[in-house]
């Protein structure tokens, strides 16, 4: 994994997990709005919706680099629409750049899996 890929999944990470916190509040301030004088949906969808805007545009930018196949691209985005799918995506994407970096440094090293 070169450094272009890995800064891609790191940045897409980074905003999976703030993205899924904001979905929540929303939700939760959604559910205020209704029930009382509280109104802050405008802000939270505002933040949200950024958030989100930023989630997509990583998001392509790590599928351009590492060539996902079609399903596990679409994964990552149907996760950014579920309430906590953010946390999920942030868990397998770090999961996926820590693999790529030991395999980079394996080849680096000339080591070879026997």
């Not at 301030?29 to 009382?36: D, E, G, I, N, Q």
């Amino acid at each position: 994994m070169d450094i272009k890929t890995a800064t891609a999944l790191r940045r897409l990470r980074l905003v999976s997990a703030p993205e899924a916190v904001s979905f929540l509040l929303l939700l939760c301030c959604s559910v205020l709005k209704r029930t009382t004088d509280f109104d802050a949906v405008m802000v939270m969808g505002l933040v949200h919706g950024v958030l989100f805007i930023l989630y997509a545009v990583f998001w392509a930018d790590a599928w351009n680099r590492t060539k996902w196949p079609l399903k596990r691209a679409a994964l990552y985005l149907l996760l950014a629409v579920l309430p906590t799918g953010g946390f999920f995506a942030e868990r397998a994407l770090r999961r996926e750049v820590e693999a790529g970096v030991i395999a980079a440094r394996a080849r680096r090293e000339g080591v070879v899996n026997a």
